[in-house]
């Protein structure tokens, strides 16, 4: 894939799986065979738990919007920083809805081969969030 | 660390950062650092 056609595959990505709530978009993106290094423990490995895992952040903010600031690719890595915002309306690694609205940050990083993500990697700004949601005192 | 005493644990956490550069020097930065965990690691914040 060229750097152009990795950039489209993540644009498509984030418009289709986040802003219009469709996930199939990760069978679409992600290999069966993907390796994720980002995931929390509690969840399986590979494309089954960053499945869940978007899951269950759509399921917390239903009204999620994804936005893509930067793109950045070369060879066969994709860079996405973006930034997103909703507001927690259903509950979320076992937080109840606090109704608030909330704005989060991350960077993930893609490895492709043969057309799909075979490896992910990504930090966002879980702190942020947390003390957004109140569940953490700000610091 | 941001008012925590120390604790004498040994933590490993990760981080992604953007740089841009104009005219050969560093001009903007953007970074990504996995606090949360760091925090847990040092026992601050419960884990998951």
């Known amino acids: 894939m060229s750097t152009?056609?990795?950039?489209?595959?993540?644009?498509?990505f984030i418009e289709q799986g986040f802003n219009q709530k469709n996930l199939s978009a990760v069978e679409e993106y992600f290999s069966a065979d993907l390796v994720d290094h980002a995931l929390p423990p509690t969840?399986?490995?590979?494309?089954?738990g960053r499945k869940m895992f978007y899951a269950a952040f759509l399921s917390a903010f239903p009204d999620m919007h994804v936005h893509i600031d930067d793109l950045l690719a070369e060879g066969d890595k994709i860079v996405a920083r973006w930034s997103a915002h909703g507001t927690h309306k259903g509950e979320l690694m076992g937080i109840p809805p606090t109704g608030k609205q909330v704005n989060v940050t991350g960077i993930a990083i893609d490895r492709f081969e043969?057309?799909?993500?075979?490896?992910?990697?990504?930090?966002?700004?879980?702190?942020?969030?947390?003390?957004?949601?109140?569940?953490?005192?700000?610091? | 660390m941001m008012g925590i005493p120390s604790t004498g644990k040994r933590v490993e956490i990760g981080s992604i950062d953007i740089i841009r550069f104009e005219d050969g020097k560093a001009a903007k930065h953007w970074g990504e650092t996995d606090v949360m965990t760091m925090m847990q690691q040092l026992g601050v914040v419960p884990a998951q």
């Not at chain 1, 152009?4 to 498509?12: D, F, G, P, V």
């Not at chain 1, 969840?43 to 089954?48: K, Q």
Request: no cysteine.
């Open chain 1, 114 to 139: 043969n057309g799909k993500s075979v490896e992910h990697w990504e930090v966002f700004d879980q702190m942020g969030l947390m003390q957004q949601l109140g569940v953490i005192p700000a610091a």
């Open chain 1, 43 to 48: 969840l399986p490995p590979g494309r089954e």
């Open chain 1, 4 to 12: 152009e056609q990795l950039k489209s595959a993540a644009k498509r």
